[in-house]
């Protein structure tokens, strides 16, 4: 069974020593209980060579500890990041990463990255735009069960993009929040065609029209009396026409944030500081 456990040091091979004296230095993973070693081809004489800190002693081995650092760091990102989006790493792939011939993206569903990526993502966002996420993750379900990461690119963007098209699927912000998935796949290794960026995004047509005093009234005249579930719906869009407030921050609403006919509050989409007087039909 394969654990999150492994490890990455740099070891002096004494036993491959040169004929000027000099020892190679192995990148050795440890691994599920399996050993692999790697060449770093840097070189060093044994009485330079701290074996607990893992580097050459004196001023002159700078560059030489910076690289073999550098060249551990690469490989312990490469492992971690392959389980966060749950790869399983065979013996082979991690020698082709070593060898700069790593194909991280091979057979991974998008919807394994993505369920990993929403789950990272997630602790840093805010609810509303988890839900845009979670509608994306059902697009792309119902659009291509079985996407695999190396499927997307240019020719698949212009498929899923007609999709929302045709499904009526908030177009914008689908592909807004697409691309903004793969930039991580990318960053990550697990992604290597980018093709999918030439697909421009188009913003909606936007107009803004404005309820006149009459038909502001009409709502408030509206017999609802047996929809009595709609009572509360109605009286907080009122009370965001009297007040200009967005129904997050209606929502958010405590009464602390009411005092001296003044209502104070950090807005929750743009995270600015609000004040706004209360009229009397919004006190109503």
Not at 115 to 123: A, V
Request: with cysteine.
């Amino acid at each position: 069974m394969e654990t999150n456990y492994f490890t990455v040091r740099a070891v002096l091979r004494t036993d491959k020593i040169r004929k000027d004296g000099t020892c190679p230095i192995h990148i050795v993973l440890q691994r599920n209980n399996v050993t692999q070693k790697f060449s770093s081809s840097e070189f060093i004489e044994e009485k330079y060579w701290d074996k607990n800190a893992e580097q050459g002693i004196g001023k002159g081995y700078g560059n030489l500890n910076a690289v073999i650092k550098k060249k551990k760091q690469k490989l312990e990102d490469f492992i971690r990041e392959s389980k966060s989006i749950g790869k399983s790493l065979s013996k082979e792939e991690i020698s082709n990463f070593w060898n700069g011939k790593s194909d991280s993206e091979g057979d991974l569903l998008f919807s394994k990255f993505y369920e990993s990526f929403c789950k990272r993502h997630f602790l840093t966002i805010k609810e509303s735009t988890q839900i845009h996420y979670t509608t994306l993750g059902k697009k792309i379900k119902d659009f291509k069960p079985n996407l695999k990461l190396s499927q997307i690119d240019y020719s698949f963007m212009v498929e899923f993009d007609n999709y929302l098209i045709q499904t009526n699927s908030g177009r914008y912000n689908m592909i807004k929040f697409l691309k903004r998935t793969l930039k991580e796949a990318v960053k990550l290794d697990v992604l290597k065609n980018e093709s999918w960026k030439g697909l421009q995004n188009v913003s909606p047509r936007t107009r803004e029209e404005y309820l006149t005093a009459p038909e502001i009234n009409q709502i408030i005249k509206c017999d609802l009396s047996l929809k009595k579930h709609l009572e509360l719906a109605r009286n907080m869009f009122l009370f965001s026409c009297y007040t200009g407030m967005r129904f997050s921050d209606i929502v958010a609403l405590k009464k602390e944030n009411y005092k001296n006919g003044i209502i104070t509050l950090k807005q929750i989409k743009t995270n600015v500081d609000l004040q706004v007087p209360v009229n009397l039909n919004a006190k109503k």
